[in-house]
């Protein structure tokens, strides 16, 4: 099966912060400088951040940086959001 990886940035945050669920771009991770911007202006918010990586991306499981099949990557970022609330 697929083993997908989730970063959770959570500095300076309680148990009641808000939490952004966040996926990133085409060939990005979570450690990405894009995706790292959303995380720091989120954490000066005292908001948690939640980053699915997709299929191939960042320590998720996959051929590296190939999107084979959208709807499965939806699926995915669904099952993450649905997981999440």
């Given at each position: 099966?697929?083993?997908l990886?989730?970063?959770?940035?959570?500095?300076?945050?309680?148990e009641?912060s808000?939490i952004l669920?966040l996926?990133?771009?085409?060939?990005?991770?979570?450690?990405?400088?894009g995706?790292?911007?959303?995380?720091?202006?989120?954490?000066?918010?005292s908001?948690k951040?939640?980053?699915?990586?997709l299929?191939g991306?960042?320590y998720?499981?996959?051929?590296k940086?190939?999107?084979?099949?959208?709807?499965?990557?939806?699926?995915?970022?669904?099952e993450?959001?649905?997981?999440?609330?």
């Open positions: 099966g697929t083993l990886n989730i970063e959770l940035f959570d500095a300076n945050t309680s009641d808000p669920l996926t990133h771009g085409v060939c990005e991770s979570a450690e990405t400088l995706v790292q911007a959303i995380v720091t202006e989120a954490k000066n918010r908001v951040v939640a980053v699915l990586e299929e991306h960042g998720s499981s996959g051929r940086c190939v999107c084979g099949d959208f709807d499965r990557l939806l699926d995915h970022f669904l993450f959001v649905q997981h999440a609330i």
